[in-house]
């Protein structure tokens, strides 16, 4: 055995996640916000798409302090029937995505589609 694999620390998926989350709400993520990028970004690593995984982690969070996107913003939605219209207003778009998802679905039920 080599001198870096016997260095290697093995986390579990729960762990990851939960420490992703941490830090990105550190960096000034609101909580849901976190919770939606922390699941996306270890589902990607454990799939092996590491261009999605967690090293994305770093350049997020630096995004996040330099403002260049909004961890406290809350998607706007609007309703007009079977429509959806969702404002992100710069917010973190795995947050924007899964609230865009669960409103079009919603509103997709509601109107039998």
Same mark, same amino acid.
């Given at each position: ?28 993520? &609101?909580? !849901?916000? /976190?919770?939606?990028?922390?699941? =996306?970004?270890? %589902? *990607? ?7 999605? #995984? ?13 403002? &260049?996107? !909004?961890? /406290?913003?809350?998607?706007?939605? =609007?309703?007009? %029937? *079977? ?7 710069? #917010? ?22």
């Amino acid at each position: 055995m080599n001198a870096t694999a016997a260095a290697a620390i093995v986390r579990s998926a729960a762990w990851i996640e939960h420490a992703s989350k941490a830090i990105l709400q550190r960096a000034g993520a &609101g909580p !849901d916000a /976190a919770d939606a990028m922390a699941k =996306a970004l270890t %589902e *990607a690593h454990l799939r092996g798409v590491e261009t999605h #995984g967690l090293r994305r982690l770093r350049p997020y969070v630096d995004r996040i302090k330099s403002c &260049g996107v !909004d961890g /406290a913003a809350h998607p706007q939605v =609007a309703e007009s %029937e *079977a429509i959806v219209h969702v404002d992100g207003r710069n #917010g973190i778009a795995h947050y924007v995505a899964t609230r865009a998802a669960n409103a079009a679905a919603e509103a997709a039920g509601k109107h039998g589609i």
